[in-house]
């Protein structure tokens, strides 16, 4: 953490010596008046002597504060590698395509951990803000339908607590167990969040207050194919007025389309923008049905608007279930995400150049090798 903290001071110090001498920087009038003044023989000398030191100084702390420099290359950094984005549903005693049992998750965590991921944020994804330790993978886990096993409370001691064999109690175990993990999860929800009414208020608090996201997954979890704009609008716009009752201060930015079906062309951006009774809503992130691993955010090939996931199973997932993928990264036989430490720097391969989404990229550091 310290460490990260240092990189990112350092960054700044690197942003702000660049930027000091761009076009679009204001200087204060005091710094502006010092530039324009035509100073004596003398003082300018003695100007000029000051200004020398100072700027050996800044050349010598910009090349050691320069995140490039160190960036570790033998770590193979590739920010323009694939990275999961895990589709889990329920989590329950018994394992089937949609569930898998409390055990069965704890060995996916595990496995996860083990094997060089790192947990992101979907929203962070979306927004092209990875803070991936160097070396790491990212991966992002989601949960659809916001069933009661994914968060349910349960009575001990007349007190109601996290049942420890939830999908919430498992990931908060883990998160105790491996601080570095970095433990967060999307729940995509529906009209009746994780069941048990009323304690609905205190979930999603409790969420957000422990980094977690949430997401919609529309009021009735009809196919977005078959509806109008307006329909849509009410789809996703009641479900979030409906967190919103919850949590007022909480934007739900992210969609999972039902049943993986996407709207017609000319509804597109019915699920993107739009309003319901009053409250408008806005999505960075829509959601496809487990498939295969997403791009990186940075990648030209990423659509926003339908990101492929993988499905959290074991059964019936012909070849495309996240421990195919797993293999496949691990064998080589795909490209791997993976983060040469700095958030504000993308650190790519030479080979994969021309697929820089340089929109996404803004005001980052580019490092090709
Ligand atoms: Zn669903």
């Not at 010596?17 to 003695?46: S, W």
Request: proline letters at 3%; charged letters at 30%.
């Amino acid at each position: 953490m310290k460490k990260r903290f240092f990189k990112i001071l350092t960054l700044i110090a690197v942003v702000v010596l660049f930027t000091g001498c761009g076009v679009d920087d204001k200087p204060t009038i005091e710094e502006d008046n010092q530039h324009e003044d035509v100073p004596t023989n003398k003082e300018n000398e003695a100007e000029n002597e000051d200004s020398k030191d100072e700027k050996n100084e800044e050349i010598i702390t910009e090349e050691e504060q320069n995140p490039i420099d160190s960036i570790d290359l033998t770590k193979e950094p590739n920010e323009l590698g694939e990275i999961m984005i895990l589709m889990y549903h329920g989590i329950g005693e018994e394992e089937t395509v949609w569930q898998r049992t409390a055990a069965n998750f704890r060995k996916d965590l595990e496995y996860m951990y083990k094997n060089g991921y790192r947990m992101i944020s979907l929203n962070d994804y979306a927004k092209g803000e990875i803070y991936t330790e160097e070396g790491y993978t990212p991966i992002i886990l989601t949960f659809d339908d916001g069933r009661q096993n994914n968060f349910n409370l349960i009575e001990e001691n007349g007190e109601m607590v996290i049942d420890s064999n939830c999908a919430v109690g498992i990931l908060e175990e883990f998160k105790s167990k491996y601080p570095d993990f970095n433990v967060t999860a999307s729940f995509f929800l529906g009209t009746n969040p994780f069941g048990q009414i009323d304690y609905a208020e205190q979930k999603l608090n409790w969420l957000i207050e422990n980094d977690y996201d949430i997401g919609n997954h529309t009021y009735s979890h009809n196919k977005m194919e078959l509806l109008t704009g307006e329909e849509i609008q009410a789809e996703i716009g009641s479900v979030n007025n409906i967190i919103g009752e919850y949590i007022s201060d909480y934007s739900v930015e992210t969609l999972a389309l039902p049943h993986g079906s996407n709207p017609n062309d000319e509804f597109i951006n019915d699920m993107l923008e739009g309003e319901y009774e009053g409250n408008s809503y806005k999505t960075v992130a829509v959601l496809d049905v487990g498939w295969r691993p997403a791009y990186s955010p940075f990648d030209t090939l990423t659509d926003f608007k339908s990101l492929y996931r993988v499905t959290a199973s074991e059964i019936d997932v012909d070849g495309c279930g996240m421990y195919d993928y797993f293999k496949q990264f691990e064998e080589n036989k795909r490209e791997r995400f993976i983060s040469d430490g700095f958030s504000e720097v993308i650190t790519i391969p030479e080979r994969h150049k021309e697929y820089l989404n340089m929109d996404m990229v803004g005001d980052m550091l580019v490092n090709i090798y």
